[in-house]
Antibody
Framework: QVQLVESGGGVVQTGGSLRLSCAAS????????MHWVRQAPGKGLEWVAV????????DYADSVKGRFTISRDNSKNTLFLQMNSLRPEDTAIYYC??????????????WGQGTLVTVSS | QSVLTQPPSVSAAPGRKVTISCSGS????????VSWYQHLPGAAPKLLIY???KRPSGIPDRFSGSKSGTSATLGITGLQTGDEADYYC???????????FGTGTKVTVL
């Protein structure tokens, strides 16, 4: 079955950096696009970034553009999110999610349990 | 704030039906597919409905989805205590060039 396991969260000061990882198993990782989605404390879900199966098409939410970088290593079935210049408003649980099979625009189907990122001021 | 508006909460007794609305515009719901997710605290969100009205395997037919114009609706029949969760709609917004989630609806079983 599909498994997505995030890691790399923690506490970081404003302006700092973190790199999140998402280990995928149970499906052909290299042929599916992947998302990062976050949920701030007491708030709803917010889409962060998406990558195509080969990393050639990438999109970001305006709130993280220029600060976050999504990437993937298909040889290791792993998705990454490099987060720089972190702000207190980036504090959230970060989820990786597999794209639904389909076209270039496809929403998530399977999700991981998330990893907590706390940015202290 | 989100471009997709949902009611903050809905409630009903066990066995009854609830519907959750998701209101958008022509740049999102009006011209793109909608998905619905169930999210329990501390758990991974779960896909309930994709492509407006399709259920993934393993999702009971108590859950249904529909879309009309710039609005979408999730229906839950035969409400169970295990259905208490937050529910989100989502779609692609062509104007924003971004995926968008609804504001979320908390379902309470009375």
């Amino acid at each position: 079955q599909v498994q997505l396991v995030e890691s790399g969260g923690g506490v970081v000061q404003t302006g700092g950096s973190l790199r999140l990882s998402c280990a995928a198993s149970g499906f052909a990782f290299s042929i599916y696009g992947m998302h990062w989605v976050r949920q701030a404390p007491g708030k709803g879900l917010e889409w962060v970034a998406v990558t195509s199966s080969d990393g050639s098409h990438i999109d970001y939410a305006d709130s993280v553009k220029g600060r976050f970088t999504i990437s993937r290593d298909n040889s290791k079935n792993t998705l990454f999110l490099q987060m720089n210049s972190l702000r207190p408003e980036d504090t959230a649980i970060y989820y990786c999610a597999k794209k639904t099979p389909g076209g270039l625009v496809a929403l998530p189907d399977y999700w991981g349990q998330g990893t907590l990122v706390t940015v202290s001021s | 704030q989100s471009v997709l508006t949902q009611p903050p909460s809905v409630s009903a007794a066990p066995g009854r039906k609830v519907t959750i609305s998701c209101s958008g515009s022509t740049s999102n719901i009006g011209n793109n597919y909608v998905s619905w997710y169930q999210h329990l605290p501390g758990a991974a969100p779960k896909l309930l409905i994709y492509d407006n009205d399709k259920r993934p395997s393993g999702i009971p037919d108590r859950f249904s989805g529909s879309k009309s114009g710039t609005s979408a609706t999730l229906g839950i029949t035969g409400l169970q205590t295990g259905d208490e969760a937050d529910y989100y709609c989502a779609t692609w917004d062509t104007s924003l060039s971004a995926y968008v989630f609804g504001t979320g609806t908390k379902v309470t079983v009375l």
